[in-house]
Each structure stands twice: as C-alpha cells, then as structure tokens.
C-alpha cells in the first residue's frame, strides 16, 4: 500500500466532516422566514411565475383543493414542477409541501426534523478511547475520595459530608468538553423554533438541487445511503434465515 495520498477529482467530499459542516447552520438560519405576512400556506412561486393558460377545458382546475394537495403527496419534486407547466392549478404549490419532499429525498438532513440534533453532534466530536479515560478517571476520583472521607468520618462526620460534597465530580459533566469541540458544536444548527416560519422551498432547492454546495453534506448522504444499504441486506439474510429455519421446523415433521 502507497504511503502517499491519491487525490481523485471531484471526490475531495470523500475527507469532507459528515457531521460539522461549515456553513450550514447560517444557511439555515436564512431560510427562516421573518416577514410576518409569511405563511408555509402560501407559494413560494411569485404570481408572475405562474405558467399555463387558464382554460376551460383543463380538468384539473375542476377538482377541489383538498384533491390536488393529496395527488401533490404521491409526487416526487420533478413530478410537481412539471405538473406546473401543465396547469394553472398547479402553479402555486404550497411552501408546506416542499418538507415532506426534504424529508424523502434527504432524510440524513437531520438537523432540519430533529429537535436533538445538537445533542447528537456532540456526542460525535468525541473519541470513545477518551470517554473510557475520563470514566476511569472518575471512578479512580471517587475511590480516592470515598477514602478521605471514610478517615474524617472518624473525626468529625460535618466536616466529612462537606469534604465529599465540595469534591465529587458528576458523571452527568462528562464526557468534558474542550474548546476545540465547542467550536465544533458552533457549527451545528440549533434546533428549529418554529417550522412554521421555515421556508421549507428554499431549504429544499439549497440543500437538494444544490448537493455541492456543503461538502460535507455531500459525504452523510453517501455514508447514510451506504448504511441504508447495508441495513436492507441484514434484513434480507435474516429473512433467508427464517425462512429456512422454518423449513427446517416443517420437514423435521
């Protein structure tokens, strides 16, 4: 094996952080909308945008809203904008409906459906070596303690409760965090506030159309699409498996 890194072009996104990724938590925090007449309701297309020609003839224009939002839910995002091109009735397509489709088409994006996100990010900038180490630590802590404590007990109990108080180390603070992993963290979105002042059409068309935008998260949808992979292969093999146990079962009959 070469000593010597072998760079491919265009896969620089292979050595790009999956999970702290530079950029993303300011481009979400864009797509949230501030203006008050904003409603996820409304269509993120402008009404000059709108294509097709109102006709009489269109069949589409004589079914109810209810309708054409519920044949919206069984399409997929080209489907949706081509339907645009077909009819009037498709022309302002809800700013609402554009989140089912981030969350179809890009489920590993899951800071944006996730309220703990931020928690499981943390627990990514850690090392599992160094989480032994510092629970070694504290056990070796306590144990130390427990035989200070155990020696002023003889001499004054007071002084002892206040000695193991003024001196215990939570399990809850560890792992500890480091400077480098809070700047770390800074890079993770917060959780939303609201996904009703979300434009969940913008996020989708920068995050989705645009996958080369934030390598990194070019490089989560390739591992999670691998792990996705993998998972249904395991489930495979364990349905061959069961299915010739109970062969097995029935020719043991």
Not at 201 to 226: A, H, M, P, Q, S
């Amino acid at each position: 094996m070469s000593p010597n890194w072998v760079h491919h072009q265009d896969a620089t996104y292979l050595a790009a952080n999956p999970i702290f990724i530079p950029g993303l938590a300011s481009f979400i925090v864009s797509c949230t909308e501030t203006d008050p007449s904003f409603s996820p309701y409304s269509s993120p297309f402008p009404a000059s945008h709108a294509h097709g020609r109102a006709n009489a003839t269109d069949p589409w224009l004589r079914m109810n809203a209810d309708v054409i939002l519920n044949i919206l839910l069984h399409l997929g995002s080209d489907d949706a904008l081509n339907l645009r091109l077909v009819s009037r009735t498709f022309a302002h397509i809800p700013v609402v409906h554009w989140r089912r489709l981030l969350a179809e088409e890009a489920p590993w994006l899951y800071e944006a459906f996730s309220p703990d996100a931020k928690l499981l990010n943390r627990w990514a900038g850690f090392v599992a070596t160094e989480v032994h180490e510092q629970r070694r630590q504290l056990l070796r802590h306590r144990a130390e303690l427990a035989a200070k404590v155990n020696v002023l007990q003889q001499e004054e109990h007071n002084i002892a409760l206040e000695y193991e108080n003024d001196h215990e180390i939570e399990s809850r603070d560890l792992p500890r965090m480091t400077p480098e992993r809070t700047r770390l963290l800074e890079l993770v979105p917060q959780p939303f506030q609201s996904s009703e002042r979300m434009n969940w059409f913008k996020l989708y068309t920068g995050i989705v159309l645009n996958t080369d935008r934030f390598n990194g998260l070019k490089n989560r949808k390739r591992i999670w699409e691998d792990a996705v992979n993998i998972l249904q292969r395991v489930e495979l093999l364990r349905a061959a498996r069961d299915r010739d146990e109970q062969g097995e079962d029935e020719m043991s009959y």
